[in-house]
Nanobody, 124 residues
Framework: QLVESGGGLVQTGDSLRLSCVASGATIVNYSMGWFRRAPGKEREYVAVSTWNQWRNGDTYYADSVKGRFTISRDWAKNTVFLQMNNLKPEDTAIYYC????????????????WGQGTQVTVSS
């Protein structure tokens, strides 16, 4: 089970940190990703931290968030974070955490466990 938190209403240029707590399984065995769905748009990938047996998998970012967002893991807390800086109105969306067992893909359909989402709204 994945539970996201940390969303909210902020202004342009502000920062937020989203958290995704996993239960029932350890994130050690999973590729973890953040995806988002904006109103009227398709779901898109934001950031992925891929699985690796040495816990040093790769990280990937959508071009639209590169340099502003950072995905990270706290292995001890079984939690994944998305640090979002310099937020823009176009970042407004519901953000979802997802897990892919021993995955290396950034494609949403490869992820088989999803959280309920947390709303992020950025006002101009």
């Amino acid at each position: 089970q994945l539970v996201e938190s940390g969303g909210g209403l902020v202004q342009t240029g502000d920062s937020l940190r989203l958290s995704c707590v996993a239960s029932g399984a350890t994130i050690v065995n999973y590729s973890m990703g953040w995806f988002r769905r904006a109103p009227g748009k398709e779901r898109e990938y934001v950031a992925v931290s891929t699985w690796n047996q040495w816990r040093n998998g790769d990280t990937y970012y959508a071009d639209s968030v590169k340099g502003r967002f950072t995905i990270s893991r706290d292995w001890a807390k079984n939690t994944v974070f998305l640090q979002m800086n310099n937020l823009k109105p176009e970042d407004t969306a519901i953000y979802y955490c997802a897990a892919d067992y021993r995955g290396t893909s950034t494609i949403a359909t490869q992820f088989d466990s999803w959280g309920q989402g947390t709303q992020v709204t950025v006002s101009s």
